[in-house]
C-alpha cells in the first residue's frame, strides 16, 4: 500500500450498532464511525437488507438511463432533510467530489472564477476543494490558485471586506456550519445569516459544505439550519451513505442546470441510491435527529463535568473536547486501555462522531472511559 496514512494497530472484522469488533474478538465501542461516516450503525438490518436486495437485482448501470433509485432517494432525501421536491439532487461518490462540483456549478452560474473559504477549512483533496482547504501541507503546488480568498472564519468584517475588494467577482462562499477537522468549530449564527445575505447582495453562491457536520448529527438535518437560513446548494457525504461511497449536491430551484454540465460515470448508481435511501428512510422512521440532539446534549453535559477537559464545543453529536497538551496521547489510550474509538483534530482535541442512534447506556460508557483516563493515576 502507498503508506500515507497514520494507522492504529487494530483490525476491525465486523460491526453492530455503535460496536465494532477485532480479529480477535475483542469489542469497541464506536465513537467516530470512521471519520463521522456511520450514521445509522453498523450493519443496520434495513440498510443491508436494501443494498443486498438491490445488489441481487441490479448492481451498476450509469446515467445513460433511467435509474428509477435515484427518484426513490430523492424524494427519501427531501423529506429527511425538508428541503421538499423543488430541490435538484446531483450525484457523486465522495466529499470532495460534492464540494468540487458545488464550486464548479457556481462559477458555471456566475461566470465568475474567485471562491471565498475560511481560515483553517477543510473542503478535501482534490484540486478546487483542496486548494479552497486551509493546510498548505496537503495543497500540491499544481493545486494552488489565487483564485481562493481565505477570510478568518466568525469574522463578518473582514468577509465583507473580502466582498468589497473583489466587487463583482466572487462566484461562491464555502462554509461548515461546523468545522469538523479544524477540532469542532462552530460558526455562530449571526455569522452563518452574515454569509447568506452578503452572497444575496453581491449574486454570489452560498455553499454549505455539509458533509461532516450535516446529515442530521446536530439535531436538525443541516448544521446550517441552526441559523434558520438556507444555502444555495448543500454538499453531502460520509453519513447519507453510512459507508456506501456516496457524495451528492442539493441545489436551489433557481440553479439552471444545462446538459453535460457536470457528470460522473459511478455517481447515483442503482446501490449508491439504494444505500441512501435506506439510510434517509432510516433516520426519519427512527427519529435520530431527535436522538442526536437528546443522547449529544447528555455527553456534552456529562462531558462538561470531567475534570481535565478544558472546553467542551459542538452541537447534538458532533462533539470537540480541547485537552490539556499533557493528555495529548488521550485518543490512543481511550482506544488501547478502555476499548474506545474517538478521532482526533489538532494536537489537544478528541472529536465524537458516533452513530445517530447510540443510546445513553453507550453514552454513558463514553464518559466512564473519558474521566478515567483523564484521571492522572490512570
Ligand atoms: C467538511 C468536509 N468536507 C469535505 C470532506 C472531504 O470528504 P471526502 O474525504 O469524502 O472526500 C471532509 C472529509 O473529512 C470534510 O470533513
Known sequence: MFDVYSVNDVQIVRGSGSWVYDSLGERYLDMYGGHAVISVGHTNPDYVAALEGQLAELGFYSNSVVIKQQAEFADALGRVSGLGPDWQLFLCNSGAEANENALKLASFVTGRRKIIAFSKAFH??????????????????????????????????????????????????????????????VADVEFIRGVRRLCDENGAVYIADEIQCGCGRTGRYFATDWADTQADIYTMAKGIGNGFPLGALAIAPHIEPKKGMLGTTFGGNPLACAAGAAVARVMERDGLMKNAAEVGEYLMEGLRNIHGIKQVRGRGLMIGCELNPDFESTAHRLLFTQKVFVGTAGPHVIRLLPALNITRDEADIVLAAIKKVLTPSC
Open 124 to 185: 478535501g483533496r482534490t484540486s478546487l476543494a483542496v486548494a479552497a482547504t486551509d493546510n498548505p501541507s496537503i495543497c500540491a503546488p499544481v493545486n494552488a490558485t489565487d483564485n481562493v480568498i481565505f477570510v478568518p472564519f466568525n469574522d463578518l468584517v473582514a468577509l465583507e471586506k473580502a466582498f468589497a475588494d473583489n466587487r463583482g467577482e466572487i462566484a461562491a462562499v464555502i462554509l461548515e456550519a461546523i468545522q469538523g477537522v479544524a477540532g469542532i468549530k
